[in-house]
Nanobody
Framework: QVRLVESGGGLVQAGGSLRLSCAAS????????MGWFRQGPGKPRELVAH???????HYTDSVKGRFTISRDNAKSTWYLQMNSLKSEDTGVYYC?????WGQGTQVTVSS
């Protein structure tokens, strides 16, 4: 079983940056995929970016060129660097390996 804990959210002005962290514990050897998801106000949860164990990455079109997903194997931590933030990036951000979910971290972008 994997436990995931997100951190790094907060309030930022449009155009600003945040870096989210997802710390994993437990059976981390089983993690072959990690995704960052978000749920904006009144919107369904959507996949923002993911990274595989081989390092392949994928981004939803709305964040391409602005967000970067990465991992630090030594720290068992995955990151989402978010630059040039827009108001539509506001939401609760979750990390998930598809089996386990973190509690989420709130990102609010003020315009």
């Amino acid at each position: 079983q994997v436990r995931l804990v997100e951190s790094g959210g907060g309030l930022v002005q449009a155009g600003g940056s945040l870096r989210l962290s997802c710390a994993a514990s437990g059976s981390i050897f089983s993690i072959i995929y990690m995704g960052w998801f978000r749920q904006g106000p009144g919107k369904p949860r959507e996949l923002v970016a993911h990274i595989t164990s081989s390092g392949n990455t994928h981004y939803t079109d709305s964040v391409k060129g602005r967000f970067t997903i990465s991992r630090d194997n030594a720290k068992s931590t995955w990151y989402l660097q978010m630059n040039s933030l827009k108001s539509e990036d506001t939401g609760v951000y979750y990390c998930s390996d598809t089996k386990s979910w973190g509690q989420g971290t709130q990102v609010t972008v003020s315009s």
